[in-house]
């Protein structure tokens, strides 16, 4: 059977999946013969199998640990649980695939009332040892029996008002003392039991929660967020401590080896002198720029900048690193890829390439397509007047406004229905579901690497942190801004990229697309295989579509045309017609409408090709609520049209063989928009004529045969004629339908309703929700393909298409079609192109190359790993 536990120093084949991102960073470091603490890890393995065992640790598992526990005392030559001179040790999660902030990690395990007294004699800072005991209490009842934090925080509140001290290092070693009584006194009354004094017995049952915490509320919401599988678990990795807690000499930080905000090269991070590493992420304290730590510490800060260098150049992507310096000696405790902006991304890859560190296949494969949203969110409109009424720490780019939540549940709640930015003292882990719901975060604490700013970057949402003006009662629901008192129905508005928060709604303009983002795109286009077209309904959003990329038009709805003020009573003349020959009358009416709006997408698409969908929905849906109908004559006509399902009803194709002058009037609009356009520019529009919804071979032909006829009484142009798939049936008669296709455009979104029996609006107002938390399905299939099963029915007819008509051209045209999993397997599927709303081009053109590279063997780099 394989090990459970392996030292740093010790091979594994297991990688990252077996060792942890954070447990494999440490090895590798430790190879590179980069100053790390000793310890071991143990692996996710065991994680699974003590999840698997109802929470029993795996056979084995306790003597491997105690094993390499002698191992590491050996090491440092301290033993566990020493009275005298104790060796401490942190445990901390490290999951496969980054979560930052989402699991547990526990400092100074070993201490007790005996050891502390040991460690003040060893080092001669009793003030360092009280320190480091208080917060092993803390963060051991807290993790491990579930204590709320706030408890000893108001216990150490009390104390420094009490002392008059403004920050901790303000406390003396005699108040720590008390405050350690105090935190034992809390740890009993929450308990029952006191504080445990056994080294192993705090060593054992931390393991277990660090296990737990893969399950923790917060963890789950994350991995539901990120698409994280559920069954990876967390390794757990048992480090010897090293302590920045130890006076002006020691101290602790995080460092980017880039700016995660901006890509830029060049020193990033922050450093707080005399302190543990929770105090710089956790946001307790404010920290400084790591520049200061120049001065304060010279010697460590260069061989810090050193080892960044190395780090960098060996994994060939910007690190996010952890340090801690203990009496001047310079120790990394963790080096992952960095989360990083979606500007960052793209800056450090181009520039990487142009250092020679990586290529530009490299590049390309990995930039997160879902990140490159983010360049497309809002921001001030730099001609709005603003009432900025405080700055913060420009911790995450873009711009948002909203009324204020002063909680995450809040939040999750009106998220839904409004416009919120989530104001806090501080972020914690268990505010990630209402981080996710707000469109902005305020923090009056913490830094740049605060819970708040990394979270806020990765989730591509503008981020105001460390905010000290700003004053948070979440209580009463109430904060204070500079003199501003503000409730929950205030709005404001916040700016991550300046770290401004301005009194009120704002103006805010797209975001501009960069140099870099061209570059990375420039090379995607020439990667990839699968091309890239924009659903688009007017000439406004083809001409944006051809502006982020877009190959042509792969769904105009020609439905949006009618609903407008000026055609609408057209088409309800049209509707409410007695006859074909009073309906023809309407129909001529609405004829130059649609040849108007027609013209304008084919010259904003000039040269390229543009896919017409004919009249889809229901009439029904033209007519107003029976309760304001006009007239009787109209209630009759509205009850006539009633049906129990229209879905599945009179809509798409049928409506074009029971009325044929409806779709004889849109080809002939199609077919005289195009001539006008060819005489007014020289260039003939590529016309594709597509008909809804059509399940049976001979609604096709009978359909082409009505679009043949009606266009031949117009001047010839040339033109496809080819169908949506959007049926079960019309993807296994696929060989039938192609004997009168030139083309097939799937229409995922209906046939993802067809095949899985899900009415879209039903299910995700109701069930859906539920079955995504419970596991009943891993992902919503209407925003990622369900490849198993509506996939199959692609491929189904994709091969019985293509046997009746070798060159079918074939492509998607549902939301489907910009989602990077989905833009995949339409790559491997063979189809020739995939259609998505315009602002998702650019996503889409970088997810088709990443799918032809991934196919050639060019694998991604997990930022954040």
Known sequence: MSPFVYDFDEPSDGGRELLGGKGIGLAEMTQLGVPVPAGFTITTDACRAYMANAGELPDGLEAEIEQHLAGLEEKTGKRFGDPEDPLLVSVRSGAAVSMPGMMDTILNLGLNDEAVCGLAERTGNPRFANDSYRRLIQMYGEVVDGIDGQRFEDALSRLKGERGAAQDVDLSAEDLAELVGSYKSIYKDETGSPFPQDAREQLSRAVRAVFESWENPRAQVYRRAHHIADDLGTAVNVVQMVFGNKGERSGTGVAFTRDPSTGERGLYGEFLADAQGEDVVSGVRTPEPLERMQAALPDAFEQLTDTMRRLEEHYQDMQDIEFTVEDDRLYLLQTRGAKRTAAAALKSAVDMVAEGLISEEDAVARIDPGQLDQLLHPMIDPAASVEVIAHGLNASPGAASGKIAFDADTAAERGQTE???????????????????????????????????????????????????????????????????????????????????????VDLVPAQINEDFETILGWADRFRRLKVRANADTPEDAARAREFGAQGIGLCRTEHMFMAEDRLPVMREMIMASGEEERRRALDKLLPHQQSDFEGIFEAMTGLPVTIRLLDPPLHEFLPPIEEAADERMRERIRALQESNPMLGTRGCRLGLIWPEIYEMQVRAIVRAAVAVEKRTGDAPLVEIMHPLVGFGEELHRLRAITVATAAEEEEIE???????????????????????????????????????????????????????????????????????????????????????????????????????????????????????????????????????????????????
């Open 419 to 505: 416009d919120l930015i989530l104001v806090r003292w501080e972020t914690t882990p268990d505010d990630i579901h209402g981080m996710i719901a707000a469109k902005g975060i305020l923090t009056a604490h913490g830094g740049m690497t605060s819970h708040a700013a990394v979270v806020a970057r990765g989730m591509g949402k503008p981020c105001v942190a460390g905010c000290e003006a700003l004053s948070v009662d979440a209580k009463a629901r109430r904060a204070s801004l500079n003199g501003y008192e503000l409730g929950e129905d205030s709005v404001i508005t916040i700016d991550g990229g300046t770290g401004r928060v301005i009194l009120g709604a």
């Open 719 to 865: 033109y496809l004629i080819g169908t949506m798939i959007e049926l079960p049936r019309a993807c296994i008669r696929a060989d039938e339908i192609a004997e009168h296709a030139d083309f097939f455009s799937f229409g995922t979104n209906d046939l993802t309703q067809t095949a899985l029996g899900f009415s879209r609006d039903d299910a995700e107002g109701k069930f859906l929700t539920r079955y995504l938390e419970d596991g009943v399905l891993e992902r919503n299939p209407f925003e990622t393909l369900d490849q198993a099963g509506v996939g199959e029915l692609m491929r189904i007819a994709v091969e019985r298409g293509r046997s009746v008509k070798q060159d079918l051209k074939m492509g998607i045209c549902g939301e489907h079609g910009g989602e990077p999993e989905s833009v995949a397997f339409c790559h491997r599927l063979g189809l020739e192109y995939v259609s998505c709303s315009p602002y998702r081009v650019p996503l889409a053109r970088l997810a088709a190359a990443q799918a032809a590279l991934q196919e050639a063997g060019v694998e991604a780099v997990s930022a954040g790993g």
